[in-house]
């Protein structure tokens, strides 16, 4: 399973950006998959996921802001990210757990900075 993550870059604070993460491989159709975010400095912690069924949970440091979505067919998830702050530079990884098995994706970095 190989996950490719793709979106990051620089933005303005208030700014938007959209990260999008392509699953490949043996993917099982019952899954849930996600994107966290680790800051420098800082432990990896969870943005939002979202399961096959389109149940969604997310950070209470981006609802409101940041929306997750998928396209189960394509095995890829979203996540729109709008009103960025300074303090969501991170590196934002993708996630897919499968079977009780995390897989992750390289990372992309994303810097909110005027």
């Known amino acids: 399973v190989q996950l490719q993550a793709f979106g990051g870059g620089l933005v303005q604070p208030g700014g938007s950006l959209r990260l999008s993460c392509a699953a490949s491989?043996?993917?099982?159709?019952?899954?849930?998959m996600g994107w966290y975010r680790q800051a420098p400095g800082k432990l990896r912690e969870l943005v939002a996921t979202?399961?096959?069924?389109?149940?969604?949970n997310s950070a209470d440091s981006v609802r409101g802001r940041f929306t997750i979505s998928r396209d189960v067919t394509k095995n890829t998830v979203y996540l729109q990210m709008n009103s960025l702050k300074p303090e969501d530079t991170a590196v934002y990884y993708c996630?897919?757990?499968?079977?009780?098995?995390?897989?992750w994706g390289q990372g992309t970095l994303v810097t909110v900075s005027s």
């Open positions: 979202i399961t096959s069924g389109g149940a969604t």
């Open positions: 996630n897919l757990m499968m079977r009780g098995v995390n897989y």
């Open positions: 491989g043996s993917i099982f159709r019952m899954n849930n």
